[in-house]
C-alpha cells in the first residue's frame, strides 16, 4: 500500500498525539513523559515542516521541527521529531516522511537540522545516518527520565542546498 505524505493539520492531531504516547510510552523516544493538548504542541513547532504519513486512511507516522532557539544567528536551524507507529516500522515509512521533511524544510530555509537521540534507539540513528544526518556528538547523563540518568547522540544534517553562502 501506498504512502501519501501530507502537511499536519489541527484535524490530524488526535492520531498524531496516539503515536507520540505509543512512542513516550517505550521510553527511548524523548524526554517528554505526557504529549501536549494542540494547543501547545502548534505554539511550540514551525507552521511549516510539519507532516503526516498517511497508509490507506490512517496515519502511521509524523514529522515536525521546532527551532533550537529565539536568536536569529540560529534561524535556520531546527530540531527534527518523527515518530511512527510500531506497525509501520520496518516499511521504509521512515525514510518517506525524513525525506519529505528535509525537503519542505530547505524550502523554508533551514540549513540545519538536529536530533537529539537516545543511543538504544537503534532504529532511529540508522534512518537519520541513512538520510544524511551525522554523529556529531554523544551527550552524557544530559538529562533525567524516571529518575534515572539518560545519554542521547547528537545528531546534525546540513543542507547542501540552503546556508552555503553568507
Not at 10 to 19: L, P
Not at 89 to 115: F, H, Y
Not at 151 to 164: A, F, H, I, Q, Y
Request: net charge positive.
Amino acid at each position: 500500500m501506498s504512502i501519501q505524505i501530507e502537511q499536519l493539520e489541527a484535524q490530524h492531531y488526535e492520531a498524531v498525539r496516539a503515536i507520540y504516547l505509543e512512542g513516550i510510552s517505550t521510553d527511548n523516544a524523548t524526554f517528554e513523559v505526557m504529549a501536549p493538548d494542540w494547543a501547545e504542541w502548534d505554539k511550540k513547532h514551525f507552521p511549516h515542516s510539519r507532516l503526516v504519513a498517511i497508509r490507506g486512511k490512517s496515519i502511521v507516522g509524523w514529522a515536525a521541527l521546532t527551532p533550537v532557539s529565539e536568536r536569529c544567528a540560529y534561524g535556520g536551524v531546527a530540531e527534527v521529531s518523527i515518530y511512527l507507529t510500531i506497525s509501520a516500522t520496518g516499511r521504509g515509512i521512515g525514510t518517506q516522511l525524513m525525506n519529505a521533511l528535509i525537503d519542505v524544510s530547505e524550502k523554508n530555509g533551514i540549513w540545519t537540522l538536529q536530533s537529539g537521540i537516545f543511543p538504544e534507539n537503534e532504529s532511529s540513528i540508522k534512518l537519520h545516518l541513512k538520510t544524511g544526518f551525522r554523529m556529531v556528538g554523544y551527550r552524557e547523563r544530559i538529562g533525567i527520565l524516571h529518575g534515572h540518568w539518560r545519554n542521547t547522540v547528537l545528531m546534525e544534517r546540513r543542507s547542501p542546498k540552503v546556508g552555503t553562502k553568507h
